[in-house]
């Protein structure tokens, strides 16, 4: 097996030390093992991605001897997001939904005062056609959750942390697509790994639960 990892910033800003880090890793983990490191720029955003932070991420990595051996935008790549997200959406596993972020943030406080964990009540799943109809006449738009696999339980073994254990139920499902047909992080970069053949996956410890929600990402695709 080649080895091949990536670092995946956001041409959102300027890198920080805690980005520098994650691409030392990743770099130095490609070069142990006589692999690849390659460069994922996840300019999805639009409106805030700007070219002149590309360079200077890639100035910054070419100061610290971090070559990558190959680099993609997903800017580049929406066909093959387009596909993948129209294959499982004919499989079930992403829906719409309807809700606003003001009634998300309502259900959220509800549950949080009832003591209950803050999680997506997939509500959508049970919308009627005359519902749908009705949100769609308002001029609502949907964003898209993937929906996860409650009777399959999220174990992994990270070679930092060791054994991870997820219950899905108690995760929500995560939104992938917002109204406005962007994109979020979380799907396209499953797809990204999975095209480019990602075999180590270097991150930041905040993306442990991000983590769990895409091993089933990767399953269903």
């Not at 972020?101 to 259900?107: F, G, I, M, P, V």
């Not at 108690?170 to 999975?194: H, K």
Request: negative net charge; proline residues 5%; aromatic residues 10%.
């Amino acid at each position: 097996m080649t080895v091949i990892t990536r670092f995946a910033p956001s041409p959102t800003g300027h890198l920080h030390v805690g980005n520098l880090r994650t691409a030392i890793h990743n770099w130095m983990w490609a070069r142990r093992h006589n692999g690849r490191f390659l460069l994922r720029l996840d300019d999805t955003d639009a409106e805030r991605s700007k070219e002149e932070y590309a360079e200077g991420i890639r100035a910054d990595l070419m100061w610290l001897g971090l070559m990558p051996d190959a680099e993609v935008k997903q800017s580049d790549r929406f066909a093959l997001y387009e596909a993948r997200f129209t294959e499982l959406r004919d499989a079930g596993r992403v829906y719409p939904c309807y809700e606003t972020a003001q009634e998300l943030d309502l259900k959220r406080k509800v549950q949080l005062g009832r003591g209950l964990p803050p999680v997506y009540d997939r509500a959508a799943l049970t919308l009627t056609a005359d519902q749908i109809a009705a949100y769609e006449a308002e001029g609502r738009s949907p964003h898209w959750r993937f929906k996860l696999d409650h009777d399959a339980p999220i174990e992994w073994t990270d070679m930092v942390r060791g054994a991870q254990h997820f219950d899905p139920k108690l995760l929500s499902d995560p939104v992938i697509r917002r109204a406005d047909g962007s994109w979020l992080y979380m799907l396209p970069s499953v797809i990204d790994d999975v095209d480019m053949a990602i075999t180590h996956v270097v991150r930041g410890e905040d993306h442990v639960s991000n983590t769990a929600t895409q091993l089933q990402m990767f399953t269903a695709l």
